[in-house]
Nanobody, 119 residues
Framework: QVELVESGGGLVQAGGSLRLSCAAS????????MGWFRQAPGKEREFVAA????????SYADSVKGRFTISRDNAKNTVSLQMNSLKPEDTATYYC????????????WGQGTQVTVSS
């Protein structure tokens, strides 16, 4: 079992920045990859960014490339998402998730943190 807790959401003006963090606890040794997803009201959840647990491989949705950066803090068992140049369309609840090496889908999810970008 892996527990994930997000933090760092809030209200920011367009063009501003926020940094989200996801703290992992429990059986973290089993984690292979962690990702950030978001869901806006009335829309489906979408992928934002992902990183392998070793922190060497990252991937991003096209909509956030060049603006968001995912990173890993090995000592603290946390994964962060630095979000710059935020746009109103980035407004959503952001979730972090983890999966094991052979899992097809992400298995564990945090409770989510709200990000609101005002125009």
């Amino acid at each position: 079992q892996v527990e994930l807790v997000e933090s760092g959401g809030g209200l920011v003006q367009a063009g501003g920045s926020l940094r989200l963090s996801c703290a992992a606890s429990g059986r973290t040794i089993s984690i292979y990859r962690m990702g950030w997803f978001r869901q806006a009201p009335g829309k489906e959840r979408e992928f934002v960014a992902a990183i392998n647990w070793g922190g060497t491989t990252t991937s991003y949705a096209d909509s956030v490339k060049g603006r968001f950066t995912i990173s890993r803090d090995n000592a603290k068992n946390t994964v962060s998402l630095q979000m710059n140049s935020l746009k109103p369309e980035d407004t959503a609840t952001y979730y972090c998730a983890s999966k094991r090496a052979f899992a097809v889908q992400y298995e564990y999810w945090g409770q989510g943190t709200q990000v609101t970008v005002s125009s």
